[in-house]
T-cell receptor, first 114, second 112 residues
Framework: DGGITQSPKYLFRKEGQNVTLSCEQN?????MYWYRQDPGQGLRLIYY???????QKGDIAEGYSVSREKKESFPLTVTSAQKNPTAFYLC?????????????FGPGTRLTVT | QQPVQSPQAVILREGEDAVINCSSS?????VHWYRQKHGEAPVFLMI?????EQKGHEKISASFNEKKQQSSLYLTASQLSYSGTYFC?????????????FGQGTTLQVKP
């Protein structure tokens, strides 16, 4: 079955530690995205990538970093510089084209930093 | 530049209808609609491109009025399975970034 996997589902970290969230897709999609969702709020774009070895900052990139070394993988690192990292993180992918296409979302990772 | 959704929350009985609106202060190229169940990933419902088209998905349809920069999602004869949070995502131009700006969401609860 094609889809997007994110691991782990729940993640707990101490303040001051960097943590990397995994996102893998086997849909052969070129574009991948990372969103942050806080309670009662919409999805805010952290980073996105349209092609391997290239990515752009979204609206709330500060304190986060990404890499896109393989088409299937787009890991997100939450650094200690992120002031309020506790949130639900969603990864998505889509076919690259003119205009935004349907985005397929992974199940998400709920990160808690104490 | 985040689109504004209204209402913020709706409670319905099974079989009732609902309308969710998504408004932008900027001109739009497309509007996307997603539904998210609690604790789960958002699921795609439909895309509307400028041109005022209307689309349908089972008993869920939507329209896009580009002059008003507004889209409306229509849920008719609601079912329990329609419960969740509905998000609109907007795109301002036909670029190839795929970047969407999402509204804050509308929570829909359908009761028996």
């Amino acid at each position: 079955d094609g889809g997007i996997t994110q691991s782990p589902k729940y993640l707990f970290r101490k303040e001051g530690q960097n943590v990397t969230l995994s996102c893998e897709q086997n849909l052969n999609h070129d574009a991948m995205y990372w969103y942050r969702q806080d309670p009662g709020q919409g999805l805010r774009l952290i980073y996105y990538s349209q092609i391997v070895n290239d990515f752009q900052k979204g609206d709330i990139a500060e304190g986060y970093s990404v890499s896109r070394e393989k088409k299937e993988s787009f890991p997100l690192t939450v650094t200690s510089a992120q002031k309020n990292p506790t949130a639900f993180y969603l990864c998505a992918s889509s076919i690259k084209g003119i205009g935004a296409g349907e985005q397929y979302f992974g199940p998400g990772t709920r990160l808690t930093v104490t | 530049q985040q689109p504004v959704q209204s209402p913020q929350a709706v409670i319905l009985r099974e079989g009732e209808d609902a309308v969710i609106n998504c408004s932008s202060s900027k001109a739009l190229y497309s509007v996307h609609w997603y539904r998210q169940k609690h604790g789960e990933a958002p699921v795609f419902l439909m895309i509307l491109l400028k041109g005022g088209e209307q689309k349908g998905h089972e008993k869920i349809s939507a329209s896009f009025n580009e002059k008003k920069q507004q889209s409306s999602l229509y849920l008719t004869a609601s079912q329990l399975s329609y419960s969740g949070t509905y998000f609109c995502g907007t795109e301002r131009s036909a670029s190839n970034t795929g970047k969407l700006i999402f509204g804050q969401g509308t929570t829909l609860q359908v009761k028996p």
